[in-house]
C-alpha cells in the first residue's frame, strides 16, 4: 500500500512529511509515526492533510476542541479528532467542494437540554493533554484547582477530582463555556461535583454549572 495520495490540490499522508524539497523523499518512519506535524513546516506546493496527531493537543491554550485544524496559509489540515482514544473524541470528515473546504464530525456522546442560560464570565480556555500531564497546585477552590502546568509553564484551572498527587489523571478540558436555555449539548463528564464537562455542536468542549442540565 502506498504512505501516501497526492491530488491535484492536496497530499493526503498519515503523520506528515519532511521539510524537504521533493517530499516524496520522506521516510516510512516519520510519514506514519511523525508527532505534532501542525507545528512543523514543509515544502511542498500543495496542503497536506493528516491524521496521527489529535488535534486537541495542540489546544492547550485556546478552546478545547476535537474539530479539525483548516490552515490553508500553512498548507497543513490536520484532521484527527481523538475517535476511541479521547473520551471526548469524534471522528471527523472533511467536505470538499471546489475552494470550499468544511468539516463535520460523528461522536458517541449523549445528548442533552440545556434548562438554563448561563454566560461564562472566567474567560478560561485550555486543555491538558498528551504529554503535558505534570502540575503543580498553585490555589485550591470548590470544584476547580488552579494549576502550573510544568511542561508548558501555562496556568490551568483543572477540576478537583482529575487531580492526583502532582499529576492531571487524564486528557482534561480546562475551558468553561457559556450556554442557552434549550440548546443541545453533548455530555462527556457529569459524575463530579457542581460541574458538568460538555460538547458544543460546535465541538467546543468545556465546563458548565451541573444545574444546567436536565
Given at each position: ?76 489540515i ?7 482514544i ?59 484547582t ?69
Open positions: 500500500m502506498p504512505i501516501a495520495y497526492e491530488t491535484e490540490d492536496f497530499i493526503i499522508i498519515h503523520a506528515g512529511i519532511e521539510d524537504i524539497p521533493d517530499w516524496k523523499g520522506t521516510s516510512h518512519e516519520f510519514a506514519l509515526y511523525t508527532q505534532s506535524f501542525y507545528e512543523k513546516e514543509h515544502q511542498a506546493d500543495k496542503t497536506v492533510i493528516v491524521g496521527h496527531w489529535p488535534v486537541v493537543n495542540y489546544r492547550a491554550t485556546t478552546a478545547s476542541s476535537n474539530s479539525p485544524i483548516i490552515n490553508l496559509e500553512k498548507k497543513i490536520a484532521l484527527d479528532g481523538g475517535n476511541q479521547k473520551r471526548d473524541g469524534q471522528l471527523n470528515a472533511l467536505i470538499i467542494n471546489g475552494d470550499d473546504i468544511a468539516y463535520t464530525y460523528v461522536d458517541e456522546l449523549k445528548e442533552n437540554i440545556i434548562t438554563r442560560s448561563h454566560v461564562d464570565e472566567t474567560n478560561r480556555v485550555g486543555t491538558v493533554t498528551y504529554p503535558n500531564y505534570e502540575i503543580r497546585v498553585l490555589e485550591k477552590g470548590e470544584y476547580f488552579l494549576c502550573e502546568n510544568k511542561n508548558l509553564g501555562i496556568q490551568q484551572w483543572i477540576k478537583n477530582e482529575y487531580i492526583q498527587e502532582n499529576m492531571c489523571k487524564n486528557d482534561l478540558s480546562t475551558t468553561f463555556l457559556s450556554v442557552e436555555k434549550g440548546e443541545t449539548v453533548s455530555v462527556v463528564d457529569d459524575c463530579h461535583e457542581g460541574y458538568a464537562l460538555v460538547k458544543l455542536c460546535s465541538g467546543e468542549v468545556g465546563w458548565i454549572p451541573k444545574d444546567c442540565l436536565l
